[in-house]
């Protein structure tokens, strides 16, 4: 079984802040691993994801994630906060065994203050 | 390539009527799953389908709820009798065979449904 849990479901930094989103997963196989975003009232748009290849991945709107199976973590990161990045974070997981079920995170909603 | 498609975007029912949540896949995609998002909360896992078969469905309500995948057409998700506690964002994703070496699946842009 697989799952997700993201540590902070509010999240507040001032802009022009690192930004940190943490979450840390469960998986009995190697996972794929998937960071996305949610603006509000829309649907789901792919930040990120790791699929076994580079252990620091990066995607758009200059996040990046660290995939460190020791500690079984995947944060997310953007050295500098624009407003725009004022959204909802979902991180995910799945086995990739016959299709790509994936399980979400409870989401973590980032604040950028100005 | 279109997206995947779901319609309507928003749909509105009354208590006790019952609500049809259209998803077509991205093409070449031959498994679809459905969420719910509810107010202020993740996205919890439904259903599970390829053409005409349901893998998992575990995370479906025991009652009411129902999924569907035909050989022809969109997979739908049907809600009867809606009660208050059915409102929220239903999002649909696709993907192809994990042999394909597609590594994800692709989102919808949801359906918020709203009981009144």
């Known amino acids: 079984a697989q799952s997700v849990t993201q540590l902070g479901s509010h999240v507040s930094v001032s802009e022009g802040a690192l930004v940190l989103l943490r979450c840390n997963y469960s998986?009995?196989?190697?996972?794929?691993l998937f960071w996305y975003v949610q603006y509000p009232n829309q649907g789901l748009q792919l930040l990120l994801k790791?699929?076994?290849?580079?252990?620091l991945v990066k995607g758009i709107n200059g996040f990046e994630a660290e995939f460190k199976k020791s500690e079984t973590s995947f944060h997310l990161t953007k050295p500098s906060a624009h407003m725009s990045d004022a959204a909802e974070y979902f991180c995910a997981v799945s086995d990739g065994t016959g299709g790509f079920k994936t399980i979400f995170g409870a989401g973590t909603r980032l604040f950028v203050k100005a | 390539n279109a997206g995947v498609m779901q319609n309507p975007r928003h749909l509105v029912r009354r208590r006790g009527q019952e609500a049809r949540l259209r998803c077509s896949p991205m093409k070449g995609h031959s498994h679809v799953y459905w969420y719910r998002q509810l107010p202020e909360e993740g996205l919890k896992f439904m259903v599970y389908l390829q053409k005409e078969n349901i893998i998992d469905e575990s995370g479906m309500p025991k009652e009411r709820f129902s999924a569907e995948f035909p050989k022809e057409g969109p997979s739908i998700l049907r809600i009867q009798q809606v009660v208050r506690g059915d409102s929220a964002a239903y999002f649909c994703?696709?993907?192809?065979?994990?042999?394909?070496?597609?590594?994800?699946?692709?989102f919808g842009q949801g359906t918020r449904l709203t009981v009144v």
């Open positions: 790791y699929t076994s290849a580079a252990t």
């Open positions: 998986s009995s196989v190697p996972p794929y």
């Open positions: 994703a696709s993907s192809r065979d994990s042999d394909h070496g597609n590594t994800e699946a692709f």
